[in-house]
């Protein structure tokens, strides 16, 4: 960007104003460090000696209620060893006057001692926290431990025992057992008759006091024991005895024989040594990462009076040393506050200098962040030269600093960026200030990529530019990622050509057009025939192929001004521009182009290695000045249009016509004025006479009637297809099926009516409904009709598909005494095999048989048949359309034996019908 039009203020007249303001700048500084620093020194040294004091108190306070909780522990051990002990006195009183086990123990017969002790023990251990039981013989021989019964004979050498022995007392107290285990013991001599049979010892290990201590007074325990009392070989047998997770080595001279922590603290057991060798309890500090402990240790004496073990109590206090945290910080914020406040007036009078500080110091650290940003960020002098670039500039472009120190913003164009975009730039930033855009540029290594370039200019007290600043990032992907998001939004993912929607916008775009310069178009809507039977047996992959390879010939058809598009699943549309002003030759235009596709569409193609063959329906409108349409109504005549040429027999082309739209429109109508109709129950029943040969009416066929109130009386002719394409001949048939069975009803409580039967016409699509039997039996049992008076006439179309559901169907009704009539015989489908299986009670001769049965031999011919055929499967005929009496003649004279047909009667009301049978 050469010939910047601006000039720059020299940067050395700006020099000494920057030091002044550099020097003012640390006038405060040094005012804030000679006043502050010694202030701030004087309140921490205050606040740490408050807090030291503070922490001191706390931490006594600590200690006391630990020392308070190892007296009560302590007390609480002798209160649980007293009541101990007098329950075992009374359970050893009460075994050794079992005379059972006395008499066992004088004989020495251990499996029977093992069989009397062995469920009592087992319930001492349950209820009373009995450990150990022992049966000794006087030799102090082990006869039974009822706790390891398959361990016997050893010699016991425990004092309590041996002080027992000695006075032929009992005796009982705590006592370190020969296999390390600090226990309470009862030792009763057993006498019977004033002789001694042996001794009985009961015990409960201290893991059972430290567990009901911990459990009454909420806090944890240990029993530890010094080392010199006891050997590694007796603890670990011990431990084994009795199950206890012990570890010898846990300390040099410590072993613990009990605890209810998992882990007990480290550091526990060296400082617990300490205090033994100093001959004093004491209250110690143990904590590690997570956990703080307060810990009191108290001496614990045998029956001797021997201190041999020891209790220590193990308060979790790290909640207490939080909240005593908690304390300290909040008297550490008071006196903080009470000393701020004494420095408020000095800190008023630094505070706008500080305040200054902080504003420019936030000011250069923002100015510095901005500049390191992701952007690259570039300063320009007067000439377009680069002053100052930041690391973004380098990683995007390539170019370190002194690569482009001096050197003008066009050295980084690409040779494909215009020139005169380089001029516009300039233009805008005199006349704006700033501009934005995108630009090509080009990086050191050549490689070429879209930058979307901010240029602003920087102005000074005079408001006269001094610098340019311009930033830019790297848009390649950004401007890669758009395109792909239009190809996705405008053209098909599959054929590549433009779907509906960038469809609709361009045809809008060619009706205005056409309309301002009074040309014509067209529109050719093409859809493929029978493509859905491609997917269901080829799958939709050779689907695809197909669509691709249809796209591929239609877009040679086309000429240079014509459009092709994708409007959905297998359907392409095609808008042909700038044909001939006159209507005739611009549908010869047309048609030309049409009868290109047809042909090329209809030829053989490969999918994958299988030859198919298709077609297609074209239909086709105009547009122009001539033709003013909308785009609806343009795409509404084109798919009018090619739903004629489907129903032409397809692979055809149709043009559309105003009268399609006008039949549309109609057929619209009578569906509405039909759905009203149903609603407002204006249709009617009426019902044509069915005679035998004497001329007598034994039943009548009912024929729905639709007197429009506007209209008047439409034919059925009229209102059936309408009604079977609309869905409504489901309702409608139900009504007359109902309205049918109340009129049997009706007529059932008339003697000269009773007789009567009624044939109701069935549809294709409402008897190949899942209910429909539910259905006519349901109307049977609201209505009360007689099921033997009600016969249902089905055409032969009804047996074109599912011939076995049919036959099911059919076969439920029948059980109910429904009756059937193949109506229309001999102009469907028929199967001989088929009709064998029906369970048919008529067979209906068609009146197209019957009108020329006189003068055209196959028609008679198929007369005869019909009755031949019925009267060989046991079925009745009857002959519909007889309106002559010649024809009733012949039919009678070939075995028909009923008839309908305006001879006997029209169609007529309910009430005409009872007074021509009546009368």
Not at 315 to 330: G, K, M, P, T, Y
Not at 355 to 367: E, K, N
Not at 705 to 727: D, K, L, Q, T, Y
Request: aromatic share 6%; glycine share 8%.
């Amino acid at each position: 960007m050469s010939g910047m039009a601006w000039r720059w203020p020299q940067p050395a007249r700006t020099l000494p104003t920057d030091r002044m303001a550099a020097s003012a700048s640390t006038q405060p500084v040094r005012l804030i460090l000679q006043v502050l620093r010694p202030a701030a020194l004087a309140l921490l040294v205050v606040v740490a000696l408050f807090l030291f004091g503070v922490s001191r108190y706390l931490h006594s306070v600590e200690v006391r209620r630990t020392e308070a909780f190892a007296q009560h522990a302590v007390a609480m051990w002798q209160h649980l060893r007293e009541q101990q002990l007098g329950q075992l006195r009374l359970l050893s009183t009460n075994l050794t006057s079992d005379p059972l086990i006395a008499q066992a123990m004088r004989e020495a017969d251990v499996p029977r001692l093992q069989a009397l002790i062995r469920e009592r023990f087992a319930s001492l251990r349950q209820s009373h926290g009995v450990s150990h039981g022992y049966f000794i013989d006087p030799q102090r021989q082990v006869l039974l431990r009822a706790h390891d019964p398959g361990h016997r004979g050893d010699l016991i050498e425990r004092r309590t025992l041996l002080d027992a022995m000695s006075t032929g007392k009992p005796v009982s107290g705590m006592e370190l057992g020969s296999l390390s285990t600090f226990t309470l013991r009862h030792v009763q001599p057993w006498f019977v008759d004033g002789v001694l049979i042996g001794y009985l010892e009961l015990g409960s290990d201290a893991d059972w006091f430290i567990h009901e201590l911990k459990r009454l007074l909420k806090q944890d325990m240990a029993l530890l024991i010094d080392k010199r009392h006891t050997s590694e070989a007796r603890y670990k047998a011990g431990q084994r005895v009795f199950h206890l997770p012990g570890q010898w080595g846990g300390d040099a001279q410590v072993v613990v024989l009990g605890q209810t922590l998992p882990h007990l603290p480290g550091g526990l057991l060296p400082a617990w040594r300490e205090l033994a060798l100093q001959g004093a309890g004491g209250v110690m500090d143990l904590s590690d990462a997570s956990q703080a402990w307060s810990v009191a240790v108290r001496p614990l004496t045998d029956h001797g009076g021997r201190e041999l073990a020891s209790l220590a109590v193990l308060r979790d206090v790290a909640a207490e040393r939080a909240e005593e945290a908690h304390q300290r910080l909040n008297l550490a914020a008071a006196g903080t506050a009470v000393v701020a406040l004494l420095m408020c007036v000095l800190f008023l009078r630094v505070r706008a200098a500080e305040d200054w500080i902080r504003q420019s110091d936030a000011a250069l650290r923002l100015a510095a962040a901005a500049f390191e940003s992701q952007e690259g960020i570039m300063v320009l002098d007067e000439r377009g030269a680069i002053l100052r670039v930041n690391q973004a500039f380098t990683d995007i472009t390539g170019y370190s600093f002194d690569d482009v120190r001096e050197k003008r913003l066009d050295a980084l164009r690409a040779p494909d960026c215009p020139a005169p975009l380089t001029a516009h730039i300039q233009q805008q930033l005199r006349q704006h200030g700033h501009w934005l855009g995108d630009v090509r540029s080009q990086r050191r290594q050549g490689q070429t990529f879209d930058a979307r370039l901010s240029l602003t200019l920087v102005r000074g007290q005079g408001r006269e530019p001094s610098l340019c600043v311009g930033s830019f990032s790297d848009v390649t992907e950004h401007k890669a990622a758009e395109a792909r998001i239009e190809q996705l939004a405008f053209f098909d993912t599959l054929t590549g050509l433009p779907n509906r929607r960038l469809l609709q916008d361009q045809l809008q775009q060619v009706l205005v057009a056409c309309r301002q310069q009074g040309q014509t178009g067209a529109v050719l809507l093409i859809d493929l025939d029978d493509f859905k039977t491609l997917n269901d047996t080829l799958g939709h992959d050779m689907g695809d192929l197909l669509l691709q390879h249809m796209t591929a010939r239609l877009q040679t058809c086309l000429g240079e001004q014509d459009t092709l598009a994708r409007w959905g699943g297998d359907e392409f549309v095609v808008v042909m521009q700038g044909l001939s002003p006159v209507r005739a030759e611009a549908e010869g235009q047309a048609r030309s182009l049409a009868a290109r596709c047809l042909g090329l569409l209809s030829q053989s193609c490969d999918l994958a290695g299988q030859e198919y063959h298709t077609s297609c329906s074209i239909g086709v409108t105009l547009f122009g000045a001539a033709i003013p349409l909308s785009l609806d109504e343009l795409m509404r005549q084109a798919d009018l249009a090619m739903s004629e040429a489907k129903q032409a027999g397809r692979h055809t082309l149709r043009f559309f016509d105003p009268e399609m739209q006008a039949a549309l429109n109609r057929r619209a109508a009578l569906e509405a004025d039909m759905r009203r109709s149903l609603q407002r129950e204006e249709f009617r029943l009426h019902y044509q006479p069915q005679v035998d040969a004497t001329g007598c009416i034994f039943g009548a066929e009912a024929l729905v009637r639709w007197p429009h109130p506007e209209r008047g009386m439409i034919s059925p002719a009229e209102f059936i297809p309408v009604a079977e394409h609309a869905g409504l001949i489901l309702p409608l048939g139900e009504w007359v099926l109902e309205t049918a069975c109340r009129q049997l009803v009706a007529w059932a409580r008339e003697p000269g009516l009773a007789h009567l039967t009624v044939s109701v016409n069935v549809s294709v699509r409402q008897f190949r409904l899942p209910d429909f039997v539910d259905m006519v039996l349901g109307v049977l049992a609201r209505t009360g009709a007689n099921p033997h008076r009600l016969k249902l006439e089905l055409t032969e179309s009804v047996l074109i598909d599912d011939m076995e559901a049919v036959i099911e169907r059919m076969g439920t009704l029948k059980g109910h005494g429904v009756g059937f009539s193949l109506d229309d015989f001999g102009t469907g489908y028929s199967s001989l095999a088929y009709l064998k299986r029906l369970p048919l009670d008529q067979l209906k001769i068609d009146q197209s048989f019957v009108r020329h049965v006189l003068n055209d031999p196959h028609d008679a011919s198929i007369a005869r048949t019909v009755v031949a055929l019925a009267d060989a499967m046991g079925l009745a005929v009857i002959a519909e359309g007889v309106e002559t009496e010649a024809q009733r003649d012949f039919l009678q004279q070939h075995g028909c034996r009923c008839y309908q047909g305006y001879l006997f009667g029209r169609p007529m009301s309910p009430a005409a019908f009872a007074q021509c049978v009546q009368g």
